[in-house]
T-cell receptor, first 119, second 113 residues
Framework: GAVVSQHPSRVICKSGTSVKIECRSL??????MFWYRQFPKQSLMLMAT?????????EQGVEKDKFLINHASLTLSTLTVTSAHPEDSSFYIC???????????????FGNGTRLTVT | AQTVTQSQPEMSVQEAETVTLSCTYD???????LFWYKQPPSRQMILVIR??????QNATENRFSVNFQKAAKSFSLKISDSQLGDTAMYFC??????????FGTGTSLTVIP
């Protein structure tokens, strides 16, 4: 089945530093990847849609200069949290759809998530 | 804007019994897709079942089935013969034609042995 690898699974960083999270589709190509943020016992909030070779589309209220997204290839998207603050501590999940999927109802394939803790 | 509402934050069910999780959504679109995802303690998101809005027939997947009421914008999940492994957070999700997924607030289901 389709596998999405997300790395790292856990990261602790100091306030003011930047952290990069990688999302790779291992056995399929994804022209579009999505980044979500999940607070404890809450839902997944869509942060941005990452499009290969073009700028990401951010949801309302998400700071594009703070959450930098790069989708340089059909198998890799990265999310960089810049100048991290403790309130950025959260669980970040990426997802992707197979670009060869012919069905609009094809589900998203999710990474295992990254728990970010900013001290 | 699309909103997805799950009105039951927590539910429990006895093993082997049946439970129904509710979901309502709001959209002005006519063509869309609905999903139920399961998130166990491992935090991995797992697809449970999907439904195309243009199909009147309710989707079924083994012990999982949905009751899709398009006019009422309702999309409930029924789990039959509940098993301990069904314990998880369940998220209802709406996918618009632009491929963005929007998730509900989630229902924490506990299967009691």
């Amino acid at each position: 089945g389709a596998v999405v690898s997300q790395h790292p699974s856990r990261v602790i960083c100091k306030s003011g530093t930047s952290v990069k999270i990688e999302c790779r589709s291992l056995d399929f190509q994804a022209t579009t990847m999505f980044w979500y943020r999940q607070f404890p016992k809450q839902s997944l909030m869509l942060m941005a849609t990452s499009n290969e070779g073009s700028k990401a589309t951010y949801e309302q209220g998400v700071e594009k200069d703070k959450f930098l997204i790069n989708h340089a290839s059909l198998t890799l998207s990265t999310l960089t949290v810049t100048s991290a603050h403790p309130e950025d501590s959260s669980f970040y999940i990426c997802s992707a759809r197979d670009r060869l999927s012919s069905s609009y109802n094809s589900p998203l394939h999710f990474g295992n998530g990254t728990r970010l803790t900013v001290t | 804007a699309q909103t997805v509402t799950q009105s039951q934050p927590e539910m429990s069910v006895q093993e082997a019994e049946t439970v129904t999780l509710s979901c309502t959504y709001d959209t002005s679109e006519n063509n869309y897709y609905l999903f139920w995802y399961k998130q166990p303690p491992s935090r991995q998101m797992i697809l449970v079942i999907r439904q195309e809005a243009y199909k009147q027939q309710n989707a079924t997947e083994n012990r999982f089935s949905v009751n899709f009421q398009k006019a009422a914008k309702s999309f409930s999940l029924k789990i039959s013969d509940s098993q301990l492994g069904d314990t998880a957070m369940y998220f209802c999700a709406f996918m618009r034609t632009g491929n963005q997924f929007y998730f509900g607030t989630g229902t924490s289901l506990t299967v009691i042995p």
